[in-house]
């Protein structure tokens, strides 16, 4: 009862807070520069030029506080030591494309990168043009989205179960694995098999991202203009033509912004790799690394360094997606 308290109390505070904030700003700075007098016409106009910033105020100084000062203080941590009081220099760079776990989370992470953004979209892509065509479309819809409502970690421990592995001599509680031994073959721990194991853990990505591409894409090949479609089908086109070849290329933006914005989850995942194996069994990835030397090795500066190598290779991405979907709502 009392987290129930307080977390009912932080909510109102926060609410009233906002409606607070927003009253008494707009009441000040409509007593700064009155709407009245020989300068009511150029007050105005400063006010509505000051007013939209004055609203952001709050969301810019809480994007400064969460998001620039950490950036800046992962860099200052990254030339110096465990601690984060002894200056020294590239030595934590050095050390990091020299490390053999570095080198195997980026292997890991390019892994990553190739398999779960492209079958996503694909599965994604596929379930939107399917539901689409079936009288229980929406039902179908709902319960391919319904992963996206589970936590990396719930997810990671329901496959736990698929991938779930006993003794050779045990019965096998493992879906996975009772398949295996039901078509003649032998159980194995498949989450320990490394560079395959990566697959498996992907496998968990793909199920929770398809929903997500599955909407957005359907959306698109809603927008397709009727005309296109039916001009093909005068033609002669088949269905399947029809499919990659008009509706495909015109929801490419589209296909391409929910690509990369898979993409940038991808290069962030440390969930799943945590819950299964916790980077064991050559599945390390960068972001779990990050989480081992910060929060394991109590290395400050080696977690700042792994952390800026995310942000340097998700930047690019999001900046390309963020001018995308400017060009696509345009």
Known sequence: MEQLFYALLTVVIGVFGCVAYYFFSNLALDAVFPAKGEEAGRNINRANAIRPWLFLFPALALLGLYLLYPVYQSVVLSFHDARGENFVGLDNWIWLFNDEKF?????????????????????????????????????????????????????????????????????QIGLLNALVVALGGDPAAWITVPFWNNFFLMIILVWIQTGFAMV????????IPEETIEAAILDGASPLQIFWKIKVPQIWGTIAVVWTTITILVLKVFDIVLAMTNGQWSSQVLANLMFDWMFRGADFGRASVVALVIMLLVTPIMVWNIRNARQEMR
């Not at 479309?137 to 990396?152: E, Q, R, T, V």
């Open 103 to 171: 080198g195997e989370s980026m292997l890991n992470n390019a892994l990553w990168l190739i398999f779960v953004p492209a079958m996503s979209t694909f599965f994604g892509l596929i379930a939107a043009a399917l539901t689409d065509r079936i009288k229980w479309g929406n039902f179908a819809k709902s319960l391919i989205f319904m992963p996206m409502a589970i936590s990396f970690i719930g997810a990671s421990v329901i496959w736990k179960f698929v991938y779930d592995y006993r003794g050779a001599d045990q019965e």
């Open 216 to 223: 957005i894409l359907s959306a698109a090949l809603r927008g």
